[in-house]
């Protein structure tokens, strides 16, 4: 057994975690001279985006000076640090050195202060003893001006981390027998002869209890203590584990749940009874009712002790979200070939008949000019209308039923149109990897102010252009996720297959089979970097007594989504518009076989901005599965994301690296601003 221990820090007795957490809640009581309200201006592009928000603490370097405070740190010069990288180690320090990304408003300005200095000795000392480097001491903070009559200083640190303890024994007693001691012992991060720290004493504490829960034992309580010879540099550490029974999941308890029936959550996790506990059950508890979309937090918890059927229950916690929520805005779109500017109106109503009925709607209206705002040949209104109702649980509990109606009035090159349109469909995850769904879609278009060539007395393109048409078609999509995450994926791949196909027999004018498959790869190289590739396909089949495919559903490149050295729709078969004084231009009209890739690196700069080089491919021909690799367009370059209060921003550049004569007018660069990620 472990003899007497010497008494540990004060401040990591009372903690138990490195200083790190005791700087957040300093932080979290700054002081009441702090400026409580932040104005940031960021340029994205051409758009001028604001972002107002009021705060009740600064960050840590955002408070001046009372000294002085015209000394701004521009460097921080550590002397006899050996322990700890220099961006480690300021990390648990009030004082930082200033970026010269703070013109943007995107950083703090740090200011030398006497007072934080001083404060920052202490948690120096207090950050070597949770690392087991008890004697360790700040000999000396300086500060010093860049240069005479500068206000921008050097600040140097002078360390002497001193002997660090190092551990000398480990013992392990169980209090109920040895379960899973192997792999017990295998989970202690402490190794005999190492350095003494805090933060791995916690986190073999973690490890070990993870080991036992991930067994079924969700009772298991496990005590460390050790004892500390500053004078002999050793430490001697004894964990004292118990696991208790081994458990299952018994009845299951709800707290906060007001206009939202249990049944529903019931429906959602009814895999969770009766299963062996272990914490990545109760995770996979907390993401199936967080992703019902009707929650502000859900957090689960297990039981201090089994029930009386010998089970063990667990208390799930929410916070109901405000179903309603409706944002307002303005915004624009820029294509090289297309700019627009509209309002904007989304509005969701998550439960709107008691039983969580979805409904969502989004509203787009505008004014589109083509190609250019100072000089259009083209332009009209725009409008959008989407209706969305979602409902799961009909006739099965795990199926999701949508409906959407909508209405659509664009304007595109050669010609404007109108389109009503309904989808119905319904869809359910498989196998927890895997996404099924299935519709039912119709559409009617109806086109005017069209181009000559889209006259139907005129048209080169025969079956493939009628006006106006019925569209009736079925479309099945079967998804893989093989990710890390459904929705934000940092690793992993992401396998998707849709097929369309329309017929007389459904009342449509066409008869086509549509056939796109699609694999997207993601790898996070490091923290500041993520790898993205998409390669993707697609086939046209006209078959039947009707045959062709509408121009409205071809395959169409070019923009800021798929191959970004080409205006919107630019990379298509075209025909050819010419006015009576000979000035021809011309027109998209789609393909039925399409090849596309695209490679890109996200570099992250600091918190909100990225920056993203990117390579695209792709090509789109008028036959079926007419594949020709040696007329497949090129296209690299670089864009910015900002990640704003109102979604992720994109501006991109893109520069054809090669050329056809079929193109020869258009330009060979193409500028995008639009939101989110290109795929």
């Known amino acids: ?14 903690d138990r975690e490195p200083p790190m957490d005791a700087w957040r809640r300093r932080e979290e009581n ?66 930082d050195e200033t970026s010269w990304w703070t013109w943007t408003g995107l950083t703090d300005t740090y200011y030398f202060s006497k007072g934080f200095s001083k404060d920052d000795a202490k948690r120096i000392e207090e950050l070597y003893k949770s690392f087991g480097y008890y004697q360790a001491a700040v000999k000396e903070i300086r500060m010093e001006p860049l240069k005479e009559g500068s206000d921008e200083v050097r600040v140097t ?51 070990i209890r993870l080991v036992l829960e991930s067994g079924g034992y969700g009772l298991a309580a496990i005590q460390e203590s050790a004892e500390v010879d500053r004078d002999r540099h050793w430490a001697d550490v004894a964990f004292s584990v118990s696991h208790g029974p081994y458990c299952r999941i018994g009845r299951i308890r709800y707290s906060g749940l007001s206009a939202i029936p249990s049944h529903l959550l019931d429906a959602e996790i009814d895999f969770a009874p009766g299963k062996p506990y272990s914490p990545e059950l109760l995770t996979r508890i907390e993401k199936a009712i967080y992703a019902m979309d009707a929650f502000n937090s859900v957090s689960v918890s297990p039981d201090k002790e089994l029930g009386p059927d010998g089970q063990l229950g667990l208390l799930v916690q929410v916070v109901e979200g405000n179903p309603q929520r409706l944002k307002v805005g303005i915004g624009i779109g820029i294509e090289s070939n297309r700019w627009d500017s509209h309002l904007s109106l989304f509005y969701t109503h998550r439960n709107i008949s008691g039983d969580l009925v979805r409904f969502d709607l989004a509203a787009k209206a505008g004014y589109a000019l083509l190609p250019y705002p100072w000089e259009p040949n083209e332009h009209g209104p725009i409008l959008k209308l989407e ?32 389109t009503p349109s309904l989808r119905f469909g319904v869809s359910r995850f498989l196998f927890g990897f895997t996404l099924a769904e299935a519709s039912y879609n119709a559409q009617f278009f109806d086109f005017f102010s069209q181009s000559s060539l889209f006259q139907l007395n005129k048209t080169v393109l025969g079956r493939d252009f009628q006006d106006p048409y019925f569209l009736d078609y079925l479309e099945f999509r079967y998804t893989l996720f093989f990710t890390d995450d459904f929705f934000n994926p940092k690793n992993g791949v992401i396998i998707d297959a849709i097929y369309d196909i329309s017929g007389a027999w459904l009342g449509s004018f066409y008869d086509y089979h549509k056939i796109t498959p699609e694999i997207k790869a993601y790898w996070q190289v490091f923290s500041h970097l993520q790898a993205a590739a998409r390669a993707s396909t697609g086939y046209i089949f006209p078959y039947g007594m009707k045959p062709g495919a509408p121009i409205s559903m071809k395959y169409y490149l070019g923009g800021g989504d798929t ?26 009209v789609g393909g039925k076989t399409m090849a596309l890739g695209n490679v890109e690196l996200r570099f992250k700069t600091i918190d909100v901005l990225y920056v993203v080089p990117f390579f695209d491919v792709g090509d789109v021909q008028s036959g079926e599965m007419e594949y020709k690799p040696s007329q497949w367009s090129y296209s690299t370059g670089g864009g910015l994301r ?26 060979r660069w193409a500028i995008h601003f639009s939101f989110g990620d290109a795929f």
């Not at 009441?32 to 600064?58: E, K, Q």
């Not at 405070?69 to 640090?81: A, T």
């Not at 970004?564 to 011309?586: A, F, T, V, Y």
Request: glycine share 8%; charged share 25%.
């Open 642 to 667: 900002y990640d704003s209060p109102v979604g992720k921003l994109r501006l991109d550049f893109g520069y054809r690296l090669n050329t056809f004569s079929r193109f020869s007018g258009d330009a």
């Open 563 to 588: 191959v970004r050295g080409w205006g919107l729709k630019r990379l298509s078969p075209r025909i050819e518009d010419c006015d009576p004084s000979g000035k021809c231009s011309s027109l998209p």
């Open 157 to 207: 640190i002078v360390v002497d981390e001193g002997e660090p303890i190092l551990v000398r024994l480990i013992v392990v007693a169980w209090t109920d027998g040895a379960v899973s001691q192997k792999e017990v012992e295998a989970a202690i991060t402490l190794k005999q002869g190492a350095r003494f720290e805090i933060r791995a004493l916690n986190r073999s504490v973690e490890k």
């Open 387 to 418: 209706p969305h109702f979602t409902k799961k649980g009909w006739l099965e509990p795990k199926l999701i039923w949508t409906i959407k109606p909508s209405f659509a009035l664009d304007i595109q090159e050669g010609y404007q149109y109108y």
């Open 30 to 95: 700054c002081m009441p001279d702090t400026p409580p309200l932040i104005f940031r201006i960021v340029l994205a592009g051409i758009s001028l985006w604001m972002a107002f928000g009021v705060a009740s603490c600064a960050s840590k370097g955002s408070v001046k000076s009372e000294t002085h405070p015209k000394y701004i740190i521009h460097e921080i010069d550590l002397q006899g640090v050996t322990r700890f990288k220099k961006s480690e180690f300021l990390k648990y320090l009030y004082m």
């Open 1 to 14: 057994m472990i003899g007497d221990r010497q008494s540990w820090p004060d401040e990591i007795l009372r």
